[in-house]
């Protein structure tokens, strides 16, 4: 900031020089000490104590089977943008992709009393829901799109989950990054969710390579990141600490919080 | 009874409260902390628009940074129809090796490097501590008198605030040492009831989950993307009221003000009727 007449009228030269140079030298020791801070663990894990006291709060507010907004059609963006993987490159989803997904299937397991293995023939041909939805990026951007596919519930109640069965979780095909494999989680109240579909329809075309092929979740009242692409399985589970690093997601291991309500 | 009469003559003479002054102090460290952390997070896509989604073809203010003509790496601000170089604060800044591609410059976000989790972890633990700390207080200012004593303008003061301004205008203070001006009375009521509230909304209709609760709020705002873009806007306005505020502090006897809220100071006793008393204080 400039100094002003008022200011220079208060202070003289040096004495402002030497309140500058203090202000910055406090203000570098106070980045420095700020960013110590978000390195340590036990800081870290208190902040995200808030994220707790989100989940609940939402969860609250939103009720079990609050309805995310759905838009009219005239609000539908003509290219909706991909994020994350855009072109995966396992050499198993190449052979997949080259033949138009007809050998891929989607198969549902873990703590289910019938595991089921889905083509996306069969997909198709099940009842679907059609919702015109907001994406809202972690980043900040939103896009509105169509998506159509069956509702998750439906296919839980077909796999018939067992009592002990806690979490859904959603094995992907892409390696963000060339690492490891993409995957997410809801827990049941979210999986439940009568916004929650597997899509395999955007805006009315089949759902580009781009979006997700052949099959992505849409879980309406989370970030983007939860809601996964290109879908391989999906495993009923009582806890997620032994899947990938643990904390639920691919971007959950890097410290994105797990319920991602906003 | 008699006790907290006695009780209550001893903090009316006081300038600022226990409770005031607790609040000012918590105030700060979260609003600091919101305000870094806020640009980390804005940094992860330092572009706003108005409506429900994002046309990434029109944000009405963007930072991005090119190459130019000479090979130079240049920091550009679109805002509107006009486009600003701004190398070294916003779309491209840091020296030498650590010059990067960012909306806003390191030394203002939390945490300074690109981390956008972690700017999201420190806005939210803060932001709950501010709401917090917030409603506690309006709870104390309404049932208090804090709010009618000391903030709410008599007529006398909404009647003069026309002179006020223009004296304020003209750098002419009147230091008052009975309550606020008229101004200033006004000022902290539009932060108290307008932009902090507006802050919290805008900021909750970010929040998936909470538009399925609260759908009408959303469209109130105009969609998400311009809650998004009144919530930046809004943080703006209480960066200038800061600014303000801490000028006003410099020329009004800056050691004497920080003193009084920090340990409370003395209220000037000289007995005045509420109405008109403070305009032509100190004149």
Redesign the interface.
């Known amino acids: ?1 400039k100094g002003n007449d ?2 220079s009228r ?1 202070f003289g030269r040096g004495r402002r020089r030497f309140l500058q140079r203090t202000a910055l030298g406090v ?2 020791l106070g ?1 420095a000490g ?2 110590r801070l ?1 390195q340590n663990e036990q800081v ?1 894990k ?6 707790r ?2 989940l609940r709060v ?2 609250f ?3 079990e089977r ?4 759905e ?1 009219p059609a005239s ?1 539908i ?1 003509r290219h909706f ?1 991909p994020n994350g993987s855009t072109d995966p490159q396992a050499s198993r989803y190449r052979q997949l992709a080259a033949s138009q997904f007809r050998e891929w299937r989607l198969e549902i397991g873990g703590l289910v009393d019938e595991p089921l293995s889905l083509s996306l023939a069969e997909l198709q041909t099940m009842p679907s829901r059609t919702q015109i939805t ?1 994406h ?9 799109g169509q998506w159509r596919g069956p509702v998750l519930a439906d296919l839980l109640e077909r796999a018939g989950v067992r009592p002990e069965a806690r979490y859904v979780v959603f094995h992907c095909m892409d390696q963000l990054g060339g690492e490891d494999y993409y995957y997410e989680s809801l827990d049941l109240s979210e999986a439940r969710h009568p916004q929650t579909i597997l899509a395999y329809s955007l805006n009315d075309e089949p759902l580009p390579i781009a979006n997700g092929a052949p099959l992505r979740l849409r879980a ?4 983007g990141y939860k809601m996964a692409k290109y879908l391989s399985g999906i495993t009923l589970v009582t806890a997620f600490d032994d899947i990938g690093g643990g904390k639920g997601g691919y ?1 959950e291991d ?4 797990w319920y991602a ?2 | 009874m008699n006790n907290s009469i006695q009780h209550a003559s001893r903090h009316r003479e006081r300038r600022h409260r226990l409770p005031v002054r607790l609040w000012h102090w918590i105030n700060l460290w979260c609003l600091i902390v919101l305000l870094m952390s806020c640009l980390q997070i804005f940094n992860a896509h330092p572009a706003l628009y108005w409506g429900s989604t994002s046309n990434f073809d029109d944000p009405w203010l963007e930072m991005y940074a090119i190459r130019g003509a000479d090979g130079d790496i240049q920091g550009q601000t679109a805002l509107g129809p006009w486009t600003f170089d701004t190398t070294g604060i916003l779309g491209y800044s840091g020296s030498g090796d650590h010059a990067s591609v960012r909306g806003f410059p390191d030394w203002i976000t939390l945490p300074s490097y690109q981390f956008l989790t972690m700017g999201r972890l420190w806005h939210f633990f803060f932001a709950w501590l501010f709401v917090g700390a917030g409603a506690l207080f309006v709870l104390y200012a309404l049932f208090s008198g804090h709010l009618k004593r000391d903030l709410w303008l008599p007529a006398s003061q909404w009647r003069g605030l026309g002179r006020d301004i223009l004296d304020h205008l003209r750098l002419r203070f009147h230091a008052t040492r009975i309550g606020y001006n008229g101004l200033q009375k006004l000022s902290y009521l539009g932060v108290l009831f307008v932009a902090l509230p507006l802050m919290i909304l805008t900021g909750l209709c970010m929040s998936p989950t909470f538009n399925a609760a609260a759908p009408w709020l959303l469209d109130l705002f105009g969609g998400r993307q311009s809650a998004r873009s009144i919530h930046f806007i809004v943080a703006g306005l209480l960066v200038l009221f800061v600014i303000v505020h801490l000028l006003m502090v410099l020329l009004s006897g800056p050691f004497r003000q920080v003193r009084d809220m920090l340990t409370g100071g003395r209220r000037n006793v000289t007995p005045v009727d509420n109405e008109g008393s403070t305009h032509h204080e100190g004149k």
């Open positions: 900031m008022a200011s208060i203000a570098t980045l700020c960013d978000s870290v208190t902040l995200g104590l808030a994220e006291l989100n939402q969860r507010l939103a009720g609050g309805l995310a907004p838009y609000m963006d943008r907001r809202d990026c972690v980043e900040g951007w939103s896009a509105i309406e009242r989370q970030l971007w890097r410290g994105y919080t309500g906003i």
